[in-house]
């Protein structure tokens, strides 16, 4: 976070309006409230979320939504492509009304990739007005959460987390970090179900997860991905995909 790089806004919603911008690594988006919500949407690199003091994680395929006049603030470590939504409060009455953390589906992702494909900012034409009336629809309906990996700033938990996201590929048990952080593995094991309401292997899964994304994203093969999250084969990787996105890494890519 050390090099801030300028932001440019986007057009004020009217009712909806879109941005799709690259930012360089160590990029800051400063604390700020706006009369709009907004949904922010990583195409490819994952971006970190402040909102209301709560910390959220922007990976692609899933979006953050943000109601108007919520505090929130954002970096990204590495480069990002990102799609932002800005939509005027009146439309927002239907929409989730606290933070979340939002599924897309490929109808969603397919209007935004058409908008960013032709430069639409502001939509004007009666077309583009109904396409984003259908994409305010499928804001309403997506299945949210409060955050997908949610993150702590526990004296015992903190430090873990952060070695975790690190290292995704890292193979120590519970026990074993607990052992690290001079504490008892049911200690930490009820800091993870009290601070993130998961359990600690539940979390190291969700973690593995945002971090194939990203590397799916940058085109890395199955086997390096495997390789590089601690799996001892590609087998072992693709049924943990599977199994939390429904679909192998090679049709999500």
């Known amino acids: 976070m050390s090099a801030r790089e300028p932001r440019i806004e986007g057009d004020p919603p009217q009712p909806v309006s879109f941005r799709t911008e690259n930012y360089k690594g160590g990029t800051v988006f ?10 922010n949407y990583a195409l490819a690199g994952v971006v970190d979320f402040d909102i209301q003091g709560v910390r959220y994680l922007s990976p692609p395929h899933y ?5 108007p006049d919520v505090l929130h603030e954002a970096w990204n470590q590495h480069d990002v492509r990102y799609v932002t939504v800005y939509v005027e409060r009146s439309v927002c009455a239907d929409l989730p009304p606290a933070p979340a953390t939002l599924g897309l589906s490929p109808l969603l992702k397919a209007i935004l990739a058409d908008f960013a494909a032709r430069d639409i900012t502001l939509p004007k034409s009666e077309e583009d007005l109904r396409l984003s009336h259908v994409l305010v629809d499928q804001i309403r309906l997506a299945p949210r959460s409060e955050s997908y ?7 015992l938990l903190g430090p873990v987390l952060r070695a975790l996201q690190a290292d995704p590929g890292d193979r120590l048990s519970l026990a074993e970090w607990a052992h690290r952080m001079k504490t008892t593995e049911r200690t930490l094991s009820r800091r993870c179900h009290d601070d993130l ?3 600690f292997n539940e979390w190291r899964q969700r973690l593995k997860l945002v971090a194939a994304l990203a590397m799916i994203e940058a085109g890395l093969p199955v086997q390096r991905i495997a390789a590089q999250l601690g799996y ?8 943990m995909f599977r199994r939390l996105t429904g679909t192998s890494p090679t049709r999500m890519r």
């Open 197 to 199: 309401g998961i359990s």
């Open 232 to 239: 001892s084969n590609a087998s072992a990787f693709i049924a």
């Open 63 to 67: 979006a953050i939504w943000i109601p």
């Open 149 to 155: 990996l949610p993150l702590s700033d526990d004296a």
């Open 30 to 39: 400063p604390a700020k409230r706006q009369t709009w919500g907004e949904l």
